[in-house]
């Protein structure tokens, strides 16, 4: 037996609560972990909190990535004594997840994890730390450069925030950080962002195109702030978009895109290609200060996760959220 979040719904409705579990139950996989460190994630609270569609299929262990040790496997990449990780691939919403002391998946899934982190220093950057990499390099990717120009971090404060604030930070880009928690602009300033903009001058509809400020910005918000970054950009700027914490609505026009050249780049880490996972990680050993993750989280047991996760979509949690599960 082993404990686990786990959520149900049937005709009594949505029910979450730890659970012991036989370990027979886990799904099918040719992997199973020994979970070490999971995190809980935005799409995760959505999940457990039942205030979004997030799973499609019950009942569910939760938690979108985990690092942990390979107790058992079928699959030749890996072997008992690896150390893995997981980002993604519909773990936590088609397929058990990782907040459980154990999770049986397909190896192809998994990642080794990189010698310099530590399973609980990989769930402090975790997948919103894989995002913001991903962001990063796509912004690389199109052109933009230190010199290039100002870069906007929107969500500044959230886990994806934090760490491509960082990260862009360490690299050299000037980083402006909005957020709509003013309280929380002497922790973004230590992570390397030069000024603090308000998220309320950008969630009010704005005009098509606007006064050009950023060369390049990472959007975790989405809806209105998402349409107001992409006017606001200078020429030939790029957005690197991300998610949707905002809303799914895109209310924008296609001025900024076809008058300015702007580009609109979609991040999506959860199929995102095996080769660029390891990319981003190994990219995060290098351009991600280990000293300021201490700063960006927040530890709570298993049994905690559940109330964790209505302060995640209240949003008053600061940075990342991670739960230590087992020792090696």
């Known amino acids: 037996m082993f404990r686990a979040i786990m959520i149900s719904k049937d005709e009594a409705g949505h029910r979450v609560a730890l659970s012991e579990v036989d370990q027979d139950q886990l799904p099918d996989g040719d992997v199973t972990v020994k979970v070490q460190c999971s995190t809980l994630n935005y799409k995760d609270a959505l999940a457990i909190t039942g205030k ?35 980002n993604g691939w519909g773990v936590g919403e088609v397929h058990w997840g990782g907040l459980a002391e154990h999770a049986r998946v397909k190896g192809d899934w998994l990642i080794p994890l990189d010698p310099a ?22 912004l690389e990717k199109h052109g933009v450069m230190p010199e290039s120009g100002e870069i906007l971090v929107t969500g500044a404060a959230g886990g994806v925030g934090s760490v491509a604030t960082a990260i862009l930070a360490k690299r050299g880009y000037t980083v402006a950080a909005l957020t709509g928690r003013p309280e929380e602009a002497g922790y973004l300033k ?13 969630s009010a509809p704005g005009k098509p195109l606007a006064k050009e400020q950023w060369a390049g910005a990472v959007d975790v918000v989405g809806g209105q702030v998402l349409a107001n970054v992409c006017a606001a950009m200078k020429y030939r700027g ?20 076809i008058l300015r050249g702007v580009t609109l780049a979609g991040i999506d880490s959860v199929m995102c290609p095996k080769a660029e996972r390891i990319e981003a990680w190994r990219r995060l050993a290098v ?22 996760a209505e302060r995640l979509i209240a949003g008053t949690v600061r940075g990342r959220v991670i739960v230590p599960i087992a020792s090696a």
């Open 52 to 86: 979004g569609p997030v799973v499609r299929k019950f009942p569910m262990v939760p938690g979108i990535d985990f690092a942990g040790v390979v107790e058992q496997s079928d699959n030749p990449e890996f072997h008992a004594g690896d150390r893995v990780v997981l």
């Open 117 to 138: 982190f530590s399973p609980e220093q990989a769930m402090s950057i975790g997948t919103a730390g894989y995002t913001a990499m991903l962001c990063v390099m796509a």
């Open 190 to 202: 230590s992570l390397g962002a030069c000024r603090i903009v308000d998220r309320a001058d950008y």
């Open 238 to 257: 790029v957005v690197a978009a991300c998610g949707l914490a905002g809303g799914m609505a895109f209310p924008a026009t296609v001025a900024p895109f």
């Open 287 to 308: 351009d991600l200060d280990p000293a300021l993750l201490s700063s960006m989280i927040e530890r709570i047991a298993l049994e905690d996760v559940i109330p964790a």
